[in-house]
């Protein structure tokens, strides 16, 4: 079986007709914990930018390889590429390395007895984070702190009612405000990292709450919900994207009952205003500082 991690950028590296996704932000894809070692023939790896994320996602293929399997790990230079060939080395690997279009391409094979796979694992795996209080894992939006934006419009919410969901919901730390809520009869929670998915799952233990490993801006199948909280992403491949938190206000309007309220944070910078001044009947800026804005839009 040969496997694909992530999203290669065009003609970097052929694919075979049945390569499996094992991605955890590729919802739907395979769980590349899940294989057992020695069980695939060949991998590809789109390796993540975050030091232990990426000795995480590479330890796991190594693990899961089959010995003298081929293994092709690349990444963009200024996003880890350039210390691709030092950790692949790290594990007993040889490799040969390619530099392309502002890339680095490693090609290696699985040595009979890989090092230090079992730290790498370990170090980057599901954990309770410190400084968060909460399981979470390496890779993970802001995986290891509370995101400041969050904890802003942690305070500034009312007391909100009813069903209502969370998109990109992370490891659940605004849901667990939410939930904490009395008269919040459902909660929604939706992300399309699995890894997030699976932390508020073992964080938020409340009947209320469904977890959906899912994109926001499409699915799951949510309507008539009386409120909407979330601190929209606006970062896809590395770099800035304004239409993804634009896309989640859209989805918000579609989901909610009339004269539902969506309660957003964003970064100050982001040019929100517009569209939810366009799908909105009301529109207030309840809060700014620290360099975010809070808004309550009600439909």
Same mark, same amino acid.
């Given at each position: 079986? #040969?496997?694909?991690?992530?999203?290669?950028?065009?003609?970097?590296?052929?694919?075979?007709?049945?390569?499996?996704? &094992?991605?955890?932000?590729?919802?739907?894809?395979?769980?590349?914990?899940?294989?057992?070692?020695?069980?695939?023939?060949?991998?590809? &790896?789109?390796?993540?930018?975050?030091?232990?994320?990426?000795?995480?996602?590479?330890?796991?293929?190594?693990?899961?390889?089959?010995? %003298?399997?081929?293994?092709?790990?690349?990444?963009?230079?200024?996003? !880890?590429?350039?210390?691709?060939?030092?950790?692949?080395?790290?594990? /007993?690997?040889?490799?040969?390395?390619?530099?392309?279009?502002?890339?680095?391409?490693?090609?290696?094979?699985?040595?009979?007895?890989?090092?230090?796979?079992?730290?790498?694992?370990?170090?980057? /795996?599901?954990?309770?984070?410190?400084?968060?209080?909460?399981?979470?894992?390496? %890779?993970?939006?802001?995986?290891?702190?509370?995101?400041? /934006?969050?904890?802003?419009?942690?305070?500034?919410?009312?007391?909100?009612?009813?069903?209502?969901?969370?998109? /990109?919901?992370?490891?659940?730390?605004?849901?667990?405000? +939410?939930?904490?809520?009395?008269? +919040?009869?459902?909660?929604?929670? =939706?992300?399309?990292?699995?890894?997030?998915?699976?932390?508020?799952?073992?964080?938020?233990?409340?009947?209320?709450?469904?977890?959906?490993?899912?994109?926001?801006?499409?699915?799951?199948?949510?309507?008539?919900?009386? #409120? &909407? =909280?979330?601190?929209?992403?606006?970062?896809?491949?590395?770099?800035?994207?304004?239409?993804?938190?634009?896309?989640?206000?859209?989805?918000?309007?579609?989901?909610?009952?009339?004269?539902?309220?969506?309660?957003?944070?964003?970064?100050?910078?982001?040019?929100?205003? !517009?569209?939810?001044?366009?799908?909105?009947?009301? =529109?207030?800026?309840?809060?700014?500082?620290?360099?975010?804005?809070?808004?309550?839009?009600?439909?």
């Amino acid at each position: 079986m #040969f496997c694909v991690y992530g999203t290669l950028p065009a003609g970097l590296s052929d694919l075979p007709a049945g390569a499996v996704q &094992v991605s955890p932000g590729v919802p739907g894809a395979a769980r590349l914990e899940d294989f057992n070692p020695g069980s695939l023939s060949a991998a590809v &790896v789109a390796a993540p930018p975050g030091v232990v994320e990426r000795r995480y996602t590479l330890a796991q293929a190594l693990r899961a390889l089959k010995p %003298g399997a081929q293994l092709t790990a690349l990444a963009p230079k200024d996003k !880890g590429g350039s210390r691709l060939r030092k950790e692949l080395e790290a594990f /007993g690997c040889a490799v040969v390395d390619t530099p392309r279009r502002h890339h680095r391409i490693c090609h290696t094979v699985r040595p009979p007895t890989p090092a230090g796979l079992d730290a790498a694992i370990e170090a980057g /795996g599901p954990q309770i984070a410190e400084r968060l209080g909460l399981w979470s894992q390496p %890779g993970v939006f802001s995986w290891d702190r509370p995101d400041p /934006g969050s904890l802003l419009l942690i305070s500034a919410l009312p007391a909100l009612a009813g069903c209502g969901a969370d998109l /990109g919901c992370g490891v659940g730390l605004l849901a667990g405000a +939410v939930l904490a809520l009395p008269n +919040v009869s459902h909660l929604d929670l =939706v992300d399309v990292d699995r890894r997030a998915v699976e932390a508020a799952r073992r964080n938020l233990d409340d009947p209320r709450a469904d977890v959906h490993w899912a994109d926001a801006r499409g699915a799951p199948n949510l309507s008539d919900l009386d #409120f &909407v =909280v979330m601190n929209p992403p606006f970062h896809h491949g590395g770099l800035e994207d304004k239409d993804l938190g634009q896309a989640f206000i859209h989805r918000s309007h579609q989901i909610l009952r009339k004269g539902g309220v969506l309660w957003l944070v964003a970064n100050r910078h982001l040019p929100y205003e !517009g569209v939810l001044g366009a799908l909105f009947g009301k =529109v207030t800026l309840k809060r700014e500082e620290a360099g975010f804005k809070i808004y309550e839009a009600r439909k």
